[in-house]
């Protein structure tokens, strides 16, 4: 049984580019969230998807979007990049409202240079 | 604001000894306590989760909640070298709309051989 699964695995971008990431989730879940970690900061809340609709969102500008696909499978966009976007992007899949740790993804290592 | 708070070390602990870890949350609803561990550059991993008053053992991890003093602690039995790592402190945040971990920024944990 596959978990969740995270693609791609390291990415290098230039500042004012755009970026998509890509999460496929753990067979059986129907919620994708994503998290942004920071070096040497905990993961933060970006948004939330559940029936193709962001539920909630964290303290992020609107240059996160994301979008999620009827097979489940969600892709987070940034649009103009800054330096300041180089962290780790975190996946994690669940099933709605469940009251449970999440198991996270591998991870997107995006590098802005 | 709700806020997770772990002091970030280093703790450094003898090969063999008990290793303490301490969180402390801000929301006194919070019901839902997770502890994760992250290797470097790797993601977060679920190691234990607590959700009532008192100790969970599991193996060599214990987790412990104290609701009244919105205190979490991981204590970890006979530690070894390979537990050397980030031990990030989460809280969950369910409600309505909401379903999402709070971190904190991690206690990195050095066992010396």
Redo the contacts between chains.
Sequence with gaps: DAGVTQSPTHLIKTRGQQVTLRCSPKSGHDTVSWYQQALGQGPQFIFQYYEEEERQRGNFPDRFSGHQFPNYSSELNVNALLLGDSALYLCASSLYGENYGYTFGSGTRLTVV | QKE?EQN?GPLSVPEGAIASLNCTYSDRGS??F?W?RQYS??????IM?IYSNGDKEDGRFTAQLNKASQYVSLLIRDSQPSDSATY?C?V?D?GG??????????TLLAVQP
């Design positions: 997770v970030s019901q839902s997770f994760y550059g790797k993601s977060p991993e679920l989760s990030l989460a969950g369910y709309a909401t379903n999402k971990l709070i971190f904190g920024t991690g």
